[in-house]
């Protein structure tokens, strides 16, 4: 892993409706990677983005970047001593924890079993390429490993797009198809989320609803629960294109994900503990158990990069 030690410059500007986050660094400092088999463009350089980036060599997390205790808002609760670093790398754990809270959506005190770990930056940033690489969780199905960017906050943002989320991956989310047939480890799913005005009503685009748009899958030849692989996403004004191990896997026309967002790594539940209902997932109490409790998401880094010159933009904010 790779320190930058590279002096703090604060890039801005707006971009479409959304603020770029600062970008710092040098024009190309010394000693600082390139993204994995990734070219900027003909013209144009990598300047990594500190704000986004962590080599994990501190035993500490950095707390002036990073935060391990945003809102409880799924079918688990996040917990500070559950994001954790150990010889280098930052360890995402899910423990059996029952415990109750307030849980936002029900608007009532109730019981949940697992507890896990996140970490968000603090600053959001909207395009760029966004970079790690991780090796997933030993428990499957039923925890599934994530690497995102989501806007907070954005209801009264003049664009018509309110939410926008970009998964880099979500790892062994162990899906059912309607035959009944669950989707291996290998399944790596790459997919897109919004929450827009269509036709003067604000509308949930999801990978199930959408999927011609949110939708991008990959059955990779290897196990993620097995060794480290990088992934990544290159996201700009005009496309959304998605990497493993520097190869692309996926492109999408940036129609609606031009929000600023945060950065994001977390060990979500998946079925057989939690379920989809409302858009959101809840608990499945009688499916709690013991049983490969505690797991771990590994992460040996996370970086990110703006382009120098940017992409002139070519986006349109959809209707």
């Known amino acids: ?41 003909e013209g144009r350089s990598w300047i990594p983005n500190k704000s986004f980036s962590d ?24 917990s500070q001593k559950n994001a954790f670093v150990n010889g280098g ?3 995402l ?38 970079e790690a690489r991780v090796r997933g969780c030993a428990r ?23 939410y926008c989320e970009i998964d880099v991956f979500e790892l062994q989310q162990g899906e059912v198809e309607q035959g009944g047939a669950r989707h291996g480890p290998g399944r790596i799913d790459m997919n897109l989320h ?36 990088v992934y990544g996403c290159d996201v700009t004004p005009a496309e959304i294109v998605w990497y493993v191990d520097g190869v692309e896997r996926a492109r999408e026309e940036n129609r609606h994900w031009h929000l600023p967002m945060f950065v994001t790594l977390s060990l979500g539940l998946r079925t057989p503990f939690a379920g989809w209902r409302d858009q959101a997932l809840h608990p499945v109490p009688d499916a709690a158990t013991d049983e490969g409790f505690p797991t771990d998401l590994r992460i040996d880094y996370v970086r990110a990069w703006t382009r120098s010159p940017m992409p002139e933009s070519s986006a349109t904010i959809a209707p």
């Not at 999801?206 to 692989?229: I, K, M, Y």
Request: with cysteine; proline share 10%; aromatic share 12%.
């Open 1 to 41: 892993m790779i320190d930058w030690n590279c002096p703090a410059t604060c890039l801005g500007g707006l971009l479409i409706a959304a603020l770029a986050a600062p970008a710092c660094g040098d024009d190309n400092p010394a000693g600082a990677p390139d993204p994995v088999g990734i070219d900027a463009g």
């Open 55 to 78: 080599e994990f060599e501190d035993p500490k997390i950095d707390f002036e970047k990073w935060r391990t205790d945003p809102e409880h808002f799924s079918a688990w609760s996040w």
């Open 89 to 91: 790398v930052l360890n």
């Open 93 to 130: 754990r899910m423990t059996r924890e029952p415990h109750e809270r307030m849980d936002p959506a029900a608007r009532e005190r109730r019981t949940f079993d697992y507890k896990s770990g996140i970490l968000r930056s603090r600053a959001k940033t909207t395009y760029g390429y966004f």
């Open 140 to 162: 499957f199905p039923g925890a599934s490993p994530a690497f995102w960017l989501y806007s907070q906050g954005e209801m009264n943002n003049p664009s018509p797009t309110k």
């Open 194 to 229: 919004c929450r827009t005005m269509i036709d003067g009503e604000l509308r949930w685009l999801r990978p199930h609803s959408n999927p011609e748009l949110c939708r991008h899958v990959w059955d990779a030849p290897f196990d993620p629960r097995e060794t480290f692989h």
